[in-house]
């Protein structure tokens, strides 16, 4: 059985700043990872600083060749199957049959977000069908542009949306009805509100050409936005207990701790925010502070 000061789940943008900050403090750490990132499909990441435009990819694999060169840093490609235990004390297993011991562990493990069934739609996702306007919006500037939200959030949504670009349609989603007051500030600001659902996304590898109607319609687009449910990507830390908010994501305070003393939770997993800052960001604090509380218990 292997014995490690801290196990990351997840070696992505949050787990491994996680484990940069460990790596760095001597603490001997394992990271999991499946090799399947929330931002695989996006070609481009953006507001990161130094690294505006870069390939997704290409950080995370900078990020983790700096990261490993700590000797204090182990690395296992695969799948954590169950995690149990308590602080001080926590056991894992994986796909290949390793057991594993821990005193703190660190969820990075993401969302899984769930695409609705029209054709074309997962082509396009992370390209031109987008979720977040700090990461992609700056490219689809002044561009027909379309937001497919459910009601009670259309209205935050176009708010949003109409600084990158004047020229929006709306498409809600779900069974929900905007009420007079919101839908009559939306046409006011020149937002068409479109009833017909969407039954195909039309696009040419990945780039968003036109969204077919009910009705066979058809409705010009450069980007779509999208608000779309999510759930955790992590089936085994149920059984753990951890709290989860309202929106899905674990509860944590401003220094990942969850619900369940010792685990910790970063990035996507845990923070509405979702972008490569925010998970670098979450998985630095983190780190340090797993690293002090180890630090005095062992003094």
Sequence with gaps: MDHYDVIIIGGSYAGLSAAMALG?????????????PCNSSTPRSHNF??????????????????VINYPTIDWHSGHALELTGEKGLFRMTTDQGRALTSRRVILATGLRDLLPE???????WGKTVIHCPYCH??????????????ADQALEMVKLISNW??????????DKVLDH??????????VRIISQPIVEVGHAKGALKH??????????MKALYARLPTEQKADFISPMGLAIQPSGHLEVDLFGNTSVEGIYAVGDCAHLMRSVATAVYTGNI????????LAEEDF
Excluded: H, W
């Design 49 to 66: 600083l130094t690294q505006d435009g870069v390939a997704p990819g290409e950080i995370a694999t900078i990020a983790k060749a700096q």
């Design 211 to 220: 969204l077919v109607l009910a009705d066979n319609s058809q409705e010009p």
């Design 24 to 36: 760095r403090s001597r603490r001997n750490t394992l990271i999991i990872d499946a090799g399947d």
């Design 181 to 190: 007051q919101e839908r009559d500030s939306i046409i006011e600001k020149g």
């Design 286 to 293: 983190a780190g340090a502070m797993i690293n002090k509380e």
């Design 137 to 150: 919006g700056y490219e689809f500037s002044d561009q027909a542009t379309g937001i497919l939200a459910p």
């Design 118 to 124: 029209i054709p074309g739609f997962a082509e396009c």
């Design 165 to 174: 670009t004047s020229d929006l349609r709306l498409f809600l989603m779900g």
